[in-house]
């Protein structure tokens, strides 16, 4: 067995995206103990720049040592006490998985459901909070990754709030690609990923939880399920978020190290390049390409005005090949888009415009590629 | 906020120990996406060699995404049902974390106790399974990081199937570290960590599991509690373990890609050394640190035989000031050693010979240190 060359591509699918040079390059520098005063110190830097991207001062901010659906199962593991009533709103793949999630922490789900491709419907919310008023959790997906549809967050908090549910929010494609504010919105508990529009490799999930949150875990009647994922163990060791960076932290597990690097340096990226200034490239960009796009005669998914800049659904045109021509993309110019999931899959492209991949460029690249398909 | 400058550590301490400079320098070749047939290759490259690491042909071979803790769980969410009577040992802190995981998912947990710093008692283990007729699993810790004992696998996983109990073994510290083999000594499901004897980053936990077990998993009458960890469902991304690398894997969660190239390099280099003739190096550089401490007058807590050669726990000499020497080791000469844990706390040092860092070397460095303290 030898060591493993990579051929490098252009990641333009539902994520991972492409990582910022920078950002590999932290990767590789010299794994340190993960109770070292430097560790400690970069973990509160990770903090209090999540903060900012988060647009948040929750103190309960920082980011699970595991991809986003582990980050999803922390939100779910540490809210849900069995028999609680969650309504979980699906429009797509994720919201589906958090339903398994509901139901695997022995939670009573009900679900509404929508179209694929069309945005959570907050009457249809509404409807059912009034129904079911003893509901404890509204769970929603900010950013449908299977289908490009970005749902209205800061209406369905409102709303939640009104029937006193809290509220779990999947902000995995949308976080540093697309408006998100956490406090102004009132989200009570949210994750995301790093491999996104934070350009960094997978495998950690930033999450953020509200002070009301932190308090329905303190009030738990009974031990959270997963002894890896519960926040009361965890906090001890990220620490209670404030900037107290000498208070002693206790082991749980051993953090990722180098992933932490990673995370942090596509944070100050984040930071050099200002918030509003990256939703706003995200935003460009996608112009751009549903322009060039729209000139080739596709069509999107997703109406306009619900769209995602950042993650791109058209329908495939009549008697194009998918399979074939993803993997000319792939084997001729390096270009990665992503295919339809579950009932979508050989229907739709899903072409991604994330963090560092969102840039004119990229666009150019691929409908010029598309175009002699 | 700016990009954090790291001080380069010589890790010799409970783990992370220090990373090879060849996988520091994979881990930032570029992302790639997780279902990218080269990333497709390179998974079953890195089962085929974990196979190796283990020694054993489980198709169940592979690496959970997150540390070694959710590693843990793995085994045991996936193997334990409600009602399920499960005996656990405990002679250090990971066995009580394995406890843990039995009461939070539901199981019957029958305790055995050993002393910190001896080993797994085998006719105390053999008694309990005479009384418990009906205990499915045995659960220990091969190698117990927070005393530096190790227990004999081997004979204990005998007793365990002349009582038809299936056995979790956790496997963190000893993989590539000290003698392991899986399938000669009947282990029907291991876990370990990819930041101890590996010598690469931490974040990754190899784990495989016998036929046995995998029958058992099948046979579930509930669903698995975690998603995140569900093998049923993992498996179907990792594919079925076989060598027929273009059998379709669905998608389940996104796989921390550049960990992954780190742990590919470091199971090359594995081989690259040859198994044996890395238990042999361990070995051969605990003995030299071992005649060094007794030279200075320092005490093993474990007895002679049951030492672990990576993890070498002493008392810390009587009027020597812990918290001040392990200070003085990092801000001098930037080496880490471990602090003793529970129980041990302020009373044991934990020094690591891991990996990359089981080099005379750092033998002579470390001791040569601690004697100007």
């Keep these: 067995m030898q060591s493993y060359n990579i051929t490098k591509r ?8 492409d990582v910022h040079p920078r950002i590999l390059s932290a990767l590789s520098k010299p794994t340190i103990g993960h109770l070292d005063p430097q560790f400690i110190t970069m973990m509160d830097e990770i903090k209090s720049m999540l903060q900012y991207a988060f647009q948040t001062k929750n103190s309960l901010t920082m980011a699970v040592s595991a991809p986003g659906s582990a980050g999803m199962e922390t939100c779910f593991v540490n809210l849900i006490e069995p028999g609680d009533k969650v309504v979980v709103c699906i429009n797509g793949v994720f919201g589906n998985r958090m339903k398994e999630n509901v139901e695997r ?9 929508d179209t694929w491709g069309e945005v959570v419907n907050p009457q249809k919310v509404e409807d059912t909070l009034k129904q079911h008023s003893d509901a404890k959790i509204l769970a929603f997906v900010h950013a449908e990754t299977s289908t490009g549809a970005q749902s209205d967050a800061k209406t369905l908090c409102e ?31 949210i994750y995301s990923g790093t491999q996104k529009c934070l350009s960094c490799v997978p495998g950690l999930s930033p999450i953020s939880l509200s002070d009301k949150a932190v308090e329905c875990i303190k009030n738990r009647k009974t031990k959270v399920v997963s002894w890896f994922l519960d926040l009361s163990l965890v906090m001890a060791y990220w620490g209670d978020g404030n900037a107290n960076a000498s208070a002693p932290r206790s082991y749980h597990h051993t953090a990722p190290i180098n992933a932490l690097y990673g995370l942090h340096e596509a944070l100050v990226l984040l930071k050099e390049e200002g918030l509003e200034n990256a939703w706003k490239r995200h935003w460009e960009n996608h112009l751009l390409l549903k322009n060039q796009l729209e000139e080739m005669g596709m069509e999107f998914v997703v109406k306009e005005g619900d769209r995602l800049p950042q ?38 492209w899903r072409i991604g415009l994330m963090g560092y991949a969102s840039h ?14």
Tied chains: 1, 2.
């Design 159 to 189: 709303i939640a709030r009104k029937y006193d549910c809290l509220t779990i929010v999947d902000a995995v494609t949308s976080l540093a690609g697309s408006p998100l504010k956490l406090d102004e919105w009132g989200i009570d508990a």
């Design 10 to 17: 252009t990641l333009m699918g539902p994520g991972p995206s």
């Design 105 to 113: 922490y022995g939670g009573e789900c009900i679900v509404i459901n």
């Design 360 to 373: 004119p460029t990229n666009v150019l690249l691929v409908t010029s590629a598309l175009k002699n398909m």
């Design 311 to 348: 993650l791109n659904s058209v329908w495939i045109p009549q008697g194009k090949d998918d399979g074939a021509i993803r993997k000319r993309l792939l084997n001729e110019y390096n270009i990665e888009i992503g295919a339809g999931l579950a009932d979508f899959a050989g229907k739709v």
